[in-house]
């Protein structure tokens, strides 16, 4: 068999990221300590878990239905309405999925045609630049900026846009930068997008996870775009739930419907039991999110000093559970850097540029990880640092 | 709930430096905060937590029930005090239940506990009786899950 010749041409063009390919030579080497991994250190709630072995013990082990338990949807629609002040219908307006990212991956699929361009906010998530391929369409990045905060301007916004703009992809709290849009700058965005035919994609994942005084805002909250807004987020993050692989999109009837399709075809429906866990999760879980997002900023606090003390400058992140400190006074490439690092120190972080061109120069740490293992890390990176000025 | 006391509870080797980093103050805060618990008797003293049988493989640890008949004024206190001026005694509680104080006991050996129950413990006047408890295995201590070292389960999986 001759594969290449047989192989999708177009998924043969697709790569794998630079956060699994730094993996793999992570796990290569013995004893390494990680600040790398993009999932909560916390076991999911007690309670949630409690509630997928009732939901085993009842034998309720059938699909759902497609869109998801209706108690789901209705428990999400309370949640969004609490939590970013936007009220969705449960039965036309959100459908849970397999993951944040199977909603992300159905809402390119169900807007684009081919040659649609679709704007990404870098650095970013790794998975939005590929999904678009798949679905025919051209992802145009747009580099913030790390003295713009890492946030999206007007300007940056205003340049990118041509008559094949389709969509943007907003994704704050952000994955790598920990940046966050404040409602100001949200406004500057709406601004712009309300009278054109633009959709945006707001992955807000990270939504729970925002320090200091003022709470994550979703941009479908301002007037004008609730109609052309497809809301992204989970239960991975919040919920320290990964492994359960829940998510769900929250949109405009017409967009959820197309997107209804795909996930009917390719998914059927979302786990069952991950689902019913799900009810219980956002009923009664409140109390677990903020301890440990109390537990994250305290981490925050401690490897930002951390970083800035040993000389490499720490953009402070409001959002999401990573820092994105600049490493180009070093003079090594992001790679070289985690490459090193790993060699010398036996440290494992990802480097800046698996998260687009932008994003060399710096490099993703994660923490959620216990503070002793934080403490130990940053010992071990400074005397990196200093063995590397010699 | 106290975030200073939380995390001094799970770790009291932070510096007051990385505690300052954490709660948003200066180190000389964090300083003179713990200084307050500790004379306001809120933080009574700091130790590490032991794995004792890697430290010594015939340490034994017991817990002991004890039923005592209370004094006339003193009550409890008395014989609870005395008790926990023996140093192989760990810990006194009185408690709640069908018994009246709870001692736990730290010896190099099964023998040396068992003499200090029989020679010690059980003369007292006052003391009814006593049921000696054993450890066998420990599981978790002072909030720390054993082996010491949890595998991290978490794979290094992304997209």
Known sequence: MNYEELLSKKTQAIKFSGIR??????????????????????KTPFIIRKEAIRTLEKGKTAYTSNSGLEELRAAIAGYLKETIGVGYDPKHQIIVTVGGSEAID???????DPGDEVLVCEPSFVCYDPLIRLADGIPVPIETRVENRFRLTREQLLEKITPKTKALV?????NPTGAVMRREDLEGIAAILRDKNIFVISDEIYSEMTYGDEKHVSISELEGMYD????????SKAFAMTGWRLGFAAGPAPVITQMLKIHQYGIMSAPTVSQYAAVTALRECREDIDYMVGEYDMRRKLIVNGFNEMGL???EPEGAFYVFPCIKSTGLSSQDFCLRLIEEKKVAVVPGDAFGECGEGYIRVSYAY??????????RIKEFISELKG | MNKLVELLRKNARLTNDELAVMLGKTPAEIEKEIAGLENEGMIIGYSAVINEEEVDRNCVTAFIEIKVSPQAEHGYDEIATMLAQYKEVDS???????FDLSVTIRGTNLREVALFVSDKLAPIDGVLSTTTHFILRRFKE??????????????MVGP
């Open chain 1, 21 to 42: 390919k730094f993996f793999d030579i992570a796990a290569s080497v013995k004893d390494v300590i990680s600040l790398s991994v993009g999932e909560p250190d916390f």
């Open chain 1, 370 to 379: 216990s503070i002793n293992h934080i403490l130990l890390a940053l010992k």
């Open chain 1, 170 to 174: 907003l994704p704050y709290p952000n």
């Open chain 1, 106 to 112: 159905a809402s390119f699929r169900a807007i684009l």
């Open chain 2, 92 to 98: 006194v509680y009185l408690m709640s239940g069908s």
């Open chain 1, 313 to 315: 400058d720490c953009f």
């Open chain 1, 228 to 235: 052309r807004t497809i809301v992204i987020n989970g239960f």
């Open chain 2, 142 to 155: 002072k909030g720390i899950e054993f082996p010491l070292i949890e595998d991290d389960e978490r794979k």
